[in-house]
């Protein structure tokens, strides 16, 4: 079975403070992505990376950045932590078995980091 | 903006019925997806139907697409206490490169024991 892992399940940090969210997947998959929920809003895609060193933003990239230095870690990075980004981070990951660019494999989740910012 | 709309967005049943959730979208898709997610976690692909496909089954679940009404249904039989979780559907849009998958705002199912 995939396993995606992500570092923490729960992150407090203050306003202003730089946050590093770690995932990590066993799988070798070529696509990895992140969401972040928050209720009412369902998931929302921040940023995805369909290569090492690739990134692509998702709807919602303000305020974040990622790094994919490596296939299996993808990071994201809150440049400088602010209240309305406490919410839940879904890391994901996705095998790459793309025929003419049409993806039918689907997402790998980890168990999410809920990130409270005070 | 969010492509799929699941509906309704909290359903509650007697266990041993019958849960059925519905997912519509707005534009072309290569595949529809539904996820399950517990609470507090992760979610858990369920079942992938496909734009050439109209139904497809899975133990206890079936799930119908109609692409010309842009929408999805999936159906749970003989519920069960653990089926109790939160469902989402998901596309790949087709026109915006196929890596991105968009969630819905998802259904929230109780089993009622």
């Known amino acids: 079975d995939v396993k995606v892992t992500q570092s923490s399940r729960y992150l407090v940090k203050r306003t202003g403070e730089k946050v590093f969210l770690e995932c990590v997947q066993d799988?070798?998959?070529?696509?990895m992505f992140w969401y972040r929920q928050d209720p009412g809003l369902g998931l929302r895609l921040i940023y995805f990376?369909?290569?090492?060193?690739?990134?692509e933003k998702g709807d919602i990239p303000e305020g974040y950045s990622v790094s994919r230095e490596k296939k299996e870690r993808f990071s994201l990075i809150l440049e400088s932590a602010s209240t309305n980004q406490t919410s839940m981070y879904l890391c994901a990951s996705r095998r790459r078995d793309a025929f003419r660019r049409i993806y039918n494999s689907p997402l790998h989740f980890g168990n999410g980091t809920r990130l409270t910012v005070t | 903006s969010q492509q799929g709309e699941e509906d309704p967005q909290a359903l509650s049943i007697q266990e041993g019925e019958n849960a059925t959730m519905n997912c519509s979208y707005k534009t072309s898709i290569n595949n529809l997806q539904w996820y399950r997610q517990n609470s507090g976690r992760g979610l858990v692909h369920l079942i992938l139907?496909?734009?050439?496909?109209r139904e497809k089954h899975s133990g206890r679940l079936r799930v119908t697409l109609d692409t010309s009404k842009k929408s999805s249904s999936l159906l749970i039989t003989a519920s069960r206490a653990a089926d109790t979780a939160s469902y989402f559907c998901a596309t790949d849009r087709r026109k915006e490169g196929a890596q991105k998958l968009v969630f819905g705002q998802g259904t929230r199912l109780t089993i009622n024991p």
């Open positions: 990376s369909y290569d090492v060193k690739m990134k």
């Open positions: 139907i496909r734009s050439n496909e």
């Open positions: 799988m070798d998959h070529e696509n």
